[in-house]
């Protein structure tokens, strides 16, 4: 009887053990599942921001050309001036 005892005592345990790891994987689902989540979410959120700047980019003003004529202008008209 103490085998048998001893037997059930396993049984019981294993499936204790067993409804432990089934828990565990569960959660363990459940966070990979909203870490996945939070992830799309983070990735759509930066190509919507990488689209934003695209556009920026493209209407910007061209500073630096614009710059650099005026300062060729600036040059002709002062190498003209001395000239005459």
């Known amino acids: 009887m103490t085998r048998e005892h001893e037997e059930r ?3 019981v345990e294993l ?3 067993r409804r432990s790891v089934d828990v565990g994987f569960a959660t ?3 966070d ?3 870490l996945l989540q939070r992830a799309d ?3 759509k959120v930066l190509g ?5 700047l695209d556009a ?4 910007r003003w061209p500073l630096p050309s614009l710059a650099a ?6 040059l002709v008209l002062t190498l003209w001036q001395a000239a005459r």
């Open 9 to 11: 005592g396993v049984a």
């Open 15 to 17: 499936e204790r053990l």
């Open 28 to 30: 363990t689902r459940g």
């Open 32 to 34: 990979l599942a909203l």
């Open 41 to 43: 979410q983070t990735d």
């Open 48 to 52: 919507e921001h990488e689209e934003r």
């Open 56 to 59: 920026l980019e493209r209407t």
């Open 69 to 74: 004529l005026t300062s060729c202008a600036a």
